[in-house]
């Protein structure tokens, strides 16, 4: 225990003490523009995910949310720590060109970058199945997700997410090899081991690669339902000249607009977290020096974006929520 405590408080940043980072280098214009753009992208994340959060609590004092509002709630949660504990670190790395806050505090930024940006990734698979159960099976989905099995989804993904940060701490591989503004990854300390290999290629398969494959599977078979569907309730239209046809065409209506949703949502989690688990895994076969520490500081912070990304992609668009926020506003003024 002793020499794994060691290991937490001395290694991979005891050699960041004279760390530079990549950022030092290059002409002040961009790093101002760099800082400019993270700090937007922290405030977003900030505001956007504090109103998810106490719009929708609201909604639960009022005994008036769904169960699958819960898990947006615990993503909103996880995003909003990526905002205030992880994102203004990176930015002042980005500032001062080095990590300045210590070894112990450059570990605690690591480990809950891993755990909530993880975790962050892992409700939006579970979002994904619960529209696919409410689009799949609409007359069940009320006694199917119920608010006690959305809040043990919740908790179970958070668990999840915190194992997956924990190997590091135990000198499994270094933080510095995966957060690049907290110190410098020692090439030679890159996958040294077999243990860290695994671990580096079961991270990626088991968050990423799990969250795609399962959100590219049911939002398949969601277009393929709402297709299907599509086709049936406009034959019907054609048969059926009533009030009840206008309705049917409108249901319609609302199933494409929530597809496009799904398809946003797909777009936006690829665009912002691709670069980086694509680099990683093309450094895990090519050695950690491939792309270089600008393109890896470059994915990180775009990956970070993804958490500002979200309140406007799950939230916003549903309508309580709207009206939870005007509601504010109002009873403020």
Known sequence: MSGN???FCCTGLATGDNFSLVTSTWPSSAVILTTIIMIAINLATIVGNAFVIVALVRMIV?????????AIVSLAVADLFVGLLVMPGAIDSVVAGKWRYGRVLGKLNAFGNFSFCISSIMHLALLSVDRYVAISRPLVYSSVVTKNKARGACLLLWIYSTLWALPPLFGVVTYECFIPYIGKCIETEWLRGKGAVFFTASVVCCTYGAAVLIMCCVYLKIFKIVSNQSKRISAEVKNVRSINGLETRANVTSARKGALTVLIVIGT???CW????????????????T???TADLTTMFVGFANSACNPLIYSIRYKGFRLAVKRMFTRSN
Do not use: D, E, R, W
């Not at 009022?62 to 819960?70: D, G, S, T």
């Not at 691709?274 to 020096?289: D, E, N, R, W, Y």
């Open 5 to 7: 405590f060691t290991n």
């Open 269 to 271: 989690y690829m665009a």
């Open 62 to 70: 009022l005994k008036a949310m769904p169960a699958n509002k819960h």
């Open 274 to 289: 691709s670069p980086f688990c694509l680099l990683l895994i093309v450094q895990t076969a090519h050695g950690k020096t």
């Open 291 to 293: 792309g270089g520490p």
